[in-house]
């Protein structure tokens, strides 16, 4: 099995380690964005939650 590359969350460091960032600690992400699948189970979920965030942003805007 290959290795997924990663970055940190706080210095943007690129690693291959589990979960912890050897130059400051901080906690790790998978670099890469999740594979496309035209069969997407969830796509019209993910964009339901986008389109309430994105109102929601959008309405705090205009409150200040």
Known sequence: ???I???C???NH?????????VCGGRL???APPKFSPQDKYGKY???LLKEIL????NEEQVI
């Open 9 to 11: 969350v706080e210095c």
């Open 1 to 3: 099995m290959g290795k």
């Open 29 to 31: 992400k998978v670099a």
């Open 5 to 7: 590359i990663k970055t």
């Open 55 to 58: 109102t929601n942003h959008q």
């Open 14 to 22: 690129y690693s291959i380690s589990s979960s912890i960032c050897p």
């Open 46 to 48: 993910r964009r339901m």
